[in-house]
């Protein structure tokens, strides 16, 4: 029996024993995606947030690689970090973090790339109004830890990367 | 190849500054590595810039790009290949101890799987021998000394003096104190262990059924830590007494005399109003992203021992390392250690002489020769971490019927855990801040940090700010509610200003600006309309309440030494060095930008932390004689870091390096360019990238054909100048290739094009620091009112900040998204210390290895104002800088910790409007709100 699935669209073939092992390990030693970050190792900071993609749905859905075991995400395509890197450019979440100078020790922001990044790409497909924007965000990044910014940044740019790509169409 | 891999092609061969250790008849080097370089953000990443780049101005954060796309280099990405230590690497796990009743006999590791077997297991016993230890060093050159004069143990390298790990048949000493270090062989192995081990750390260690008290070696438990801070200030009329101005030795002769009077003038006018100060504070982690972890590595063959570390005091630990591996008893010879200080993932104090150093580098010695890693997971952080340290104070605050403050008497008290830290320090801190931004005649204030069994208590933000001024705020409110005052009236009746003496009873050098700050938060609608705000919050079935607390947080610290290099390279490109180490690049941003002005452009790479600076400057406080005619001497050479000192003190030092370059290189070669031998600076500027003459009667030079000549005619590429303050910045006049130039710098070196060694410029007519400040305590401030409005659900104790008002003293504004940045930061995890996370003592708390971010609850988004402006009917919270004028001489001031201070007391007064209740036990959870509701 084997486990299949998908990092940054590589196909990764274990042998299912390895199931209970888990994703952020995964990353981190076989695949040396260190862009993963761990924080508390419980699910509950999210810095270690990547992305996936687990049949039978297609959006994609954020996924807590710290407390993710290997047999969970067995047919899943995953995205980290690393994943979303474009050869030209950055994307407009990554652009706009940098603009408002969202973080500082940097730690945390990753995993607030990939929930902002899921965020906006599923935008139009929820049909949310801008009157409720600001739930929106808060339903999707709410629960990240960053312990020096104070938010205020990341939520800013996350906004202004939602009004201009959405609803402005930029 | 990963990003590791290419990154530490340009890593490894940077070899870092080496000064030297004395350890009794040995020698041990000390070498830190620094961080790698970093490139200025419009080099370093996939994006092409599309905005020009303005000198003076930061676009983006410097290694912004490399955050956003993941490829941020933390210690806990390194591994020992990345290092050239080998393939193979072991992994590390300490054993904490569960009591400090019972002795810790023996570990039962039977219950361990075969898969989970460690292939060493070391015992406090297996360490060294109990010959007493030396005390322990805060610092590189304290640590030379102790060294040198130690006959310590192995064992026991810290003050305490505790053993590293617990000996079989001793209690431990403290919480967080290891029983066992376990050594594994494989990654595989080593997670088998953690799994079986976590939550069951009683299965595994065998304690004494008796109760068995641990050994107080130096300092015994109960008693505080050296050095306590007593400041009793009476000012007279004719008889003035306090710690700045009287001779030390008359001061402690006298200080029972002056209490007394202080007391007497306290308690005898029956007219004063006096307010109770009884605050407590919890203990508080730190709670950086990135929990600790290094690699440690021993070369046999060198004799080296290699650690490395995300750090905030990369000297202090290499010291530290050295001196434990210089005991006669070592289990190796070491004749070198190499620190490789790599960027942390936050820090907020809790990385300043972190005990992790030295339990990482004791693994070294018990790896059979393989590199080994030890990596907290946030179980063990929380364990082994250091507190900002838990804190009583207790006093009086006493005003007469005219609002006039008359006096403050105060005892702090940090609980500073099991090893002695940095916690008297922030006590010592503390007693200063408690005087708050006003002008008392009178104090009688005693700061100690206690020596208890608890996790180590060591510095965190605010450094000892947040409790003082929540103690002094509060009590300040409720004076004014007694006495149906204004509490902003009382406040400016009594405001400190330029010559104010504090508590201490050193003078205040600086404009503060209190009374505009005042200004602008009472005009603020927030204040101004708060009864009505109120009203319409009652209206909605909602209760409110507005709270305003005023700071005046001292930063540096009471003579403060700093370093920097400004470098032009061979195409004109600049790139700047400086010693101080950056934990989120905000300095490293703000340094390459604020020398734009000065050089025309800003810097294209930053190395922070950079530890072969100083050697360069040739300045040593060591050297003979010591005293401000002796060139070579200084007075303080480097200080630790802290974002707060970036505004003032690391922008100074950058600032008049770069101008020793232009004025010492650049300047010359443009004589020559345009055979005019007699222009000044003032008679040149900066044209995007072109040299003019303001006159017009040159053609411009563009930079690249400036450096190009610097080169050519063997003109100093780079300048190296470091400076010293104490109350004012040391002031001296330099010979340069372009001439004398007077520089508030103390020393200044030039590095020349073809060859390693500086060109040491002597100073001459040195201005050295004034005498009054040598025993002020502190010489710079950073004020800042908050303003408050919260609402409260009474059914439950919630509390919701609905709105922040900061009105800041910051000097001239270098980078205002980092300002805004440090205040928002401030802001939220001062909210997460007033309201939210708790922390009990004992095994209760932390130490029993259950306690993550599950249990200990930091703020969300949710839980701040997430706006960056007010607006009524919205949450927000807005930053309102008081505009620079000529007084701050184009100078910053150090706000890292500025708003954070004054939020604990304003959340406190506002919940006092609210509810009409007082609460000063922090945190002020709902389930201490409803109780003080209740009652």
Not at chain 1, 16 to 27: F, T
Not at chain 2, 285 to 302: I, R, S, V, W
Request: charged content about 20%; aromatic content about 8%.
């Amino acid at each position: 029996m084997s486990l299949v699935f998908y990092v940054n669209g590589v196909i990764q073939t274990l042998d299912a024993r390895r199931g209970p092992e888990l994703l952020i390990d995964y990353l981190h030693d076989e695949l040396d995606l260190s862009g993963t970050k761990f924080g508390c190792g419980i699910g509950v900071c999210r810095a270690c947030t990547v992305s996936a993609r687990i049949p039978p749905d297609t959006a994609p859905v954020p996924v807590i690689s710290c407390s993710t075991t290997l047999d969970m995400i067995d047919g899943a395509q995953i995205t980290t970090i690393e994943g979303l890197r474009l050869p030209d450019r950055l994307r407009p979440i990554q652009e706009a973090f940098l603009r408002h100078f969202a973080f500082q020790c940097g730690y945390c922001t990753p995993g607030f790339v990939m929930a902002a990044q899921i965020f906006l790409d599923g935008l139009t497909d929820t049909g949310t109004l801008p009157a409720d924007l600001d739930a929106a965000i808060e339903a999707a990044v709410g629960s990240h830890i960053c312990r020096c910014s104070g938010y205020v940044r990341y939520y800013t740019a996350i906004r202004e990367t939602a009004e201009n790509i959405v609803f402005r169409g930029d | 190849m990963h990003v590791l891999d290419q990154d530490l092609l340009a890593y490894e061969p940077e070899m870092g500054r080496r000064s030297f250790l004395k350890a009794g008849c040995a020698l041990v080097a000390l070498t830190i590595i620094s961080p790698p370089r970093l490139l200025a953000a419009e080099t370093a990443g996939p994006a092409t810039p599309v905005v020009p780049l303005v000198p003076g101005v930061a676009r983006e954060r410097i290694e912004g790009r490399t955050k956003v796309t993941g490829q941020k280099i933390y210690a806990r990405d390194f591994h020992a290949r990345h290092l050239g230590w080998g393939a193979a690497q072991c992994y590390a796990m300490y054993l904490p101890a569960l009591t400090t009743r019972y002795a810790f006999l023996n570990l039962n590791l039977s219950q361990l799987p075969p898969d989970a077997q460690p292939v060493r297991v070391v015992l406090g016993n297996e360490l060294g021998s109990s010959l007493p230890a030396a005390p322990k060093s805060l610092n590189a050159e304290q640590a030379e000394v102790t060294a040198a004069n130690s006959s310590g143990s192995f064992r026991q390298p810290i003050e305490g003096s505790y053993d590293l790990i617990v000996r079989p048949g001793s209690a431990a000493n403290y919480l967080g104190q290891p029983v066992a270090l376990l050594v594994f062989d494989s990654l595989a192995t080593y997670r088998a262990a953690r799994r079986a081990m976590q939550f069951r750390d009683k299965n595994f260690q065998i304690y004494s059924p008796d109760e068995s008290q641990p050994d107080d070696l130096a300092t015994p438990a109960g008693t505080p830590w050296p050095e306590l801070v007593h400041f009793v200030k009476y000012f007279d009329g004719a008889e003035n007494f306090s710690f700045a101005t009287v001779d030390p030795d008359a001061y402690q002769a006298d200080l029972a005399k002056y209490r007394a009077l202080v007391a007497d003038s306290m308690s005898l006018n029956s007219d004063f109003i006096s307010a109770d100060v009884v605050v407590d504070t919890q203990a508080m982690d730190p709670m950086f992203m990135e929990p600790e972890c290094g690699l440690a590595f021993y070369d046999k063959t060198n004799t080296r021992l290699s650690v490395l570390i995300g750090t905030q005091s990369p000297d202090h630990d290499v010291a530290s390392i050295a001196a434990m591996y210089s005991k006669a008893d070592s289990p190796l010879k070491v004749s070198e250690v190499v620190l490789h200080s790599v960027y942390p993932g936050g820090g907020f104090g809790g990385r300043d002489c972190s005990p992790f150093s030295m339990l990482l580098a004791l693994t070294a010695a018990y790896s059979d020769g393989k590199p080994v890693q030890l990596m907290y997971d946030r179980f063990e952080q929380f364990r082994y971490g250091l507190k900002r340290p838990a804190s009583q104070i207790r006093g009086t605050l006493v005003a007469d019927n005219d609002m006039k403050l008359q006096a403050i008497r105060a005892q702090i008290d940090f609980n500073g855990g099991g090893t002695r830290n940095l916690s008297p320090y922030v006590a010592g801190l503390a007693a200063l801040c408690v005087g708050g931004a006003y002008e008392i005649p009178a104090a009688d204030i005693a700061a100690q940090s206690i020596h208890s069994r608890e996790i180590t208590g060591g510095s965190q933000r605010g450094f000892g700010g947040p409790e003082a001024f929540f103690a002094i705020e509060t009590a300040l409110d409720d004076i004014a509610i007694h006495q149906g005052w204004d509490p902003m009236a009382l406040r400016r009746a009594n405001l400190a200003t330029r010559h104010t003496r504090t508590v201490v009873g050193g003078i205040i050098n600086q404009d503060l600006r209190l009374a505009e700050v005042m200004d602008a938060a009472e005009a603020h609608p927030l204040w101004a309309n708060r009864a009505r705000i109120k009203a319409d919050h009652l209206e909605r079935g909602q209760v409110y309440g507005t709270g305003l607390a005023l700071s005046m947080q001292a930063y540096g610290t009471a003579g403060d030494g700093m370093v920097a290099a400004v470098e032009i390279d061979p195409d004109g490109r600049i790139n700047v060095r400086s010693n101080a180490v950056d934990m989120g690049n905000g300095s490293a941003t703000t340094l390459g930008v604020v020398i734009g002005p000065i050089l025309g452009a800003n810097a294209q790479s930053v190395e922070m932390g950079s530890s072969k600076v100083f050697k360069a400057t040739g300045l040593s406080a060591r050297a003979l004689p010591a005293d401000w005619g002796n060139p070579h001497w200084t007075q303080g050479e480097v200080m630790s870091s802290s974002a707060c000192l970036t505004g003032l003190h690391q922008v100074h030092t950058v600032q008049q390096t770069a101008l020793a370059l232009m004025h010492g290189s650049i300047l010359p070669v443009a004589r020559t360019i345009w055979g005019r031998t007699g222009i000044q600076l003032a008679d040149i500027a900066w044209n995007g990238d072109m040299l003019v003459l303001r006159d017009g009667t040159r053609p411009a030079i563009g930079r690249g054909d400036l450096a190009r000549a610097i080169y050519a005619r063997g003109m100093p590429y780079g300048a190296v100048g470091h400076a010293y303050i104490q109350g004012s910045w040391v002031e001296a006049d330099f010979d340069t290739p372009g001439g004398t130039i007077h520089l508030q710098l103390d020393g200044l070196s030039y590095q020349m094009p073809n060859t390693e060694t500086p060109l040491f410029r002597p100073r001459r007519n040195t201005i050295p620091p004034p005498i009054a400040a040598q025993n002020a305590y502190r010489y710079a401030w950073a004020p800042c009112a908050n303003v408050i409005g919260l609402t409260i659900d009474p059914t439950t104790g919630l509390v919701c900040i609905e709105n922040v008002v900061s009105v800041l003293n910051a000097g001239r504004i270098l980078v205002p998204e980092l300002v805004s940045g440090q205040s928002q930061g401030g802001i939220a995890m001062a909210i997460g210390y007033t309201l939210l996370e708790d922390m009990p003592d004992g095994m209760a708390g932390a130490a029993d290895g259950t306690w993550n971010l599950d249990r200990y609850r930091v703020p969300l988004g949710a839980d701040v104002p997430l706006r960056a402006i007010y607006q009524p009917g919205q949450r927000g919270q807005e930053l309102i800088c008081l505009p620079e004028t000529p007084g701050d001489a184009g100078a910053g001031r150090g706000i890292a910790e500025a708003v954070m201070c004054a939020v604990a007391p304003a959340i406190s007064n506002a919940l006092r409007d609210a509810v009409n209740k007082r609460f000063t036990s922090l945190p002020i959870t709902p389930a201490k709100i409803m109780k003080g509701l209740a009652s």
